[in-house]
């Protein structure tokens, strides 16, 4: 029973510390207003610090808040302590809170960007369908144009 006991307490004191994330989902009607700043940015780079890891975006969205168009945000570090886990070149969308200078945001505020873009009515930065009858138009003046020239060309030859 001393050893049980001692081993108990030999377990509660070098028992390291636990973190465990539980967020509540994102509600943009709710929490944009309470957010200081709100984006959609890319991950250009990851630093880490003891506690912190530091992600600098290259934002694509502004919807609130005075944003560079590259700002760096402080997040815990690990998931587990609520941080966001992005990879370089991965594209998201965060509210943000700001702390002086510091623009800070964790996992429990990260949003997909198309709830953005849904909530503000404004279109995703995707690339235009093709316009296949201003090709076709571009073509034929291009062509008229080349032949014109030629023609013209040809004519000066003539004359010599």
């Not at 944009?32 to 912190?52: C, H, Q």
């Amino acid at each position: 029973m001393r050893k049980l006991a001692a081993l108990a307490l030999l377990s509660l004191v070098l028992a390291a510390d636990a973190d465990a994330c539980t967020c509540v989902p994102v509600d943009l009607d709710r929490d944009l207003p309470r957010a200081d700043g709100a984006m959609i940015g890319t991950v250009l780079e990851r630093r880490f610090t003891a506690t912190k890891t530091i992600l600098r975006f290259r934002v694509e969205q502004i919807y609130k808040g005075d944003l560079d168009s590259r700002i760096d945000v402080e997040s815990e570090r690990g998931g587990a302590a609520c941080g966001l886990e992005l990879d370089v070149g991965q594209r998201t969308g965060l509210l943000l809170e700001r702390a002086g200078d510091t623009w800070r945001s964790s996992l429990c505020s990260q949003v997909e960007p198309s709830d953005l873009l849904a909530l503000t009515n404004v279109e995703d930065n995707t690339i235009p369908p093709v316009n296949i009858g201003g090709i076709v138009a571009g073509v034929l003046v291009l062509g008229l144009g080349a032949f014109f020239l030629v023609r013209k060309a040809r004519s000066y030859r003539r004359f010599r």
